[in-house]
T-cell receptor
Framework: DTGVSQDPRHKITKRGQNVTFRCDPISEHNRLYWYRQTLGQGPEFLTYFQNEAQLEKSRLLSDRFSAERPKGSFSTLEIQRTEQGDSAMYLC???????????FGQGTRLTVV | SQQGEEDPQALSIQEGENATMNCSYKTSINNLQWYRQNSGRGLVHLILIRSNEREKHSGRLRVTLDTSKKSSSLLITASRAADTASYFCASHQLGANSKLTFGKGITLSVRP
């Protein structure tokens, strides 16, 4: 399979716990993005990597959120001290060029209880 | 913040009919993209139209772009029950790195 894959697909965690999500982009894509989507809304941009460099972060990305892309391949998104407001679908996408179409993974649905 | 607005917010049609969905955006763009999302799933890329293009076709899909009005439309012809999904437009802003700015989406229901 050459699509974008995300793991896990679902995560239920207690408030205050840390969670980490993984994204494996399409192998030849050097651009990787994280978005967050809440019910009834469109995806909202969180952060963007070109190769291993994190080039842009949204104001939505509080200091409890951190993303990495070591070696410019897979990426992880960690949320520390989760809050109920963090409950959402976290989507990863990758693209080949700056203005090319983005290909999305199936997302990780986070529920904070 | 979300840049685009889709119209209508929800659309219900009979199988075989055409579905037209509209999108407006606020700033100058490199391109505009349309995506489909089935309930609880990821987004599937449908079509990309560049700022210097006015119309583009892909199978049963037809997209138009009017940069003077900052608007786009997606037409699905001869709809099928399997087209039932949420549809999003996403703009790639001029000068932006690579991020897309999405609207809130349109829920399309195609009745068999």
């Amino acid at each position: 399979d050459t699509g974008v894959s995300q793991d896990p697909r679902h995560k239920i965690t207690k408030r205050g716990q840390n969670v980490t999500f993984r994204c494996d982009p399409i192998s030849e894509h050097n651009r990787l993005y994280w978005y967050r989507q809440t019910l009834g809304q469109g995806p909202e941009f969180l952060t963007y990597f070109q190769n291993e460099a994190q080039l842009e972060k949204s104001r939505l990305l509080s200091d409890r959120f951190s993303a990495e892309r070591p070696k410019g391949s897979f990426s992880t998104l960690e949320i520390q001290r989760t809050e109920q407001g963090d409950s959402a679908m976290y989507l990863c996408a990758s693209s080949l060029d700056r203005a090319a179409e983005a290909f999305f993974g199936q997302g990780t649905r986070l529920t904070v209880v | 913040s979300q840049q685009g607005e889709e119209d209508p917010q929800a659309l219900s049609i009979q199988e075989g009919e055409n579905a037209t969905m509209n999108c407006s955006y606020k700033t100058s763009i490199n391109n505009l993209q349309w995506y489909r999302q089935n309930s609880g799933r990821g987004l599937v890329h449908l079509i990309l139209i560049r700022s210097n293009e006015r119309e583009k076709h892909s199978g049963r899909l037809r997209v138009t772009l009017d940069t003077s009005k900052k608007s786009s439309s997606l037409l699905i012809t001869a709809s099928r029950a399997a087209d039932t999904a949420s549809y999003f437009c996403a703009s790639h802003q001029l000068g932006a790195n690579s991020k897309l700015t999405f609207g809130k989406g349109i829920t399309l229901s195609v009745r068999p």
